[in-house]
């Protein structure tokens, strides 16, 4: 890690824009960048700050955050720039503060499988628009997936890891990395991604994380037989040649085998907020021919 940790009250000023930043507080860090939440000397409102050497990751990280803000399946972004810490210069992205619940916070019980397959469809949604645009998501995780209550919606952050079609996945997380699991390579395709949505939906069914150390694959597939749940073997195994082929099968999926008890961790009010979210999205989508 090169950039460095910032404390509190500590002001950015951007070289081009001349935007100025004060430092809160870190809200975490990756290989080559920190984020930070910040107050907008301008506006007054707070900003995720993201922090990087990495001009190249983090302009290809903006661009894609501003095509899935536009349909709010991302943080808006406010602009990009360069600023100088420390006497040495680092790039950066000013984008909206997202206060909300992670799924990595929910992930200690079974989620009821509806509120599963609402959120499922959701992610898929917009993994579907960055594929048509010809990128990949690549590190797909709970973490990255927070439930935004100010604005009833479900975002996804953290593009870092995204890349074009065709290249090599630089960032992932083993339990969501089907190479780290044996089954295929750590080139970035729609099914690299459909492979960690299917792990996911496996891990909110269940309600606990796999590890590729410790569990053997085959057992998974066998769970998902326990489970009623086609689509994810299907997943598992790249049986989908794209997003949409999962998203449909998804869709039409009415029993899931598991018991329906209500959801202890998402109220009644988050699964409506997702469907009717869901609805709206999906009918903007048939219009313009998804």
Known sequence: MTVPKLTAGYEVTGRWNKKKYAVISQLGKGGTARVYLALDKVSGNNVALKISENFSSLNREYNIMRLLSANKFSPQVYEIDDCKIMGKFYNYIAMEYIQ???LKMLINQPIEPKTALSIIKFIAIALGILHKNGYIYC?????????DKRKSRIVLIDFGGAVKKGSCVVEYTPVFDRSSWGIGTRRADESYDIFALSMLLMILLKGELYNPSKQEFYKIIKESDVLKMEPIKKGLLMKY???WEFYRD???MKNTGLNKEYD????SILVIAISIFLGIIIAAYKIIGF
């Open 250 to 252: 998804i869709k039409s």
């Open 139 to 147: 590190d797909l995780k709970p973490e990255n997936i927070i439930y």
């Open 241 to 243: 040649s794209n997003i």
């Open 100 to 102: 909300g619940t992670t």
């Open 264 to 267: 202890k961790i998402l109220n």
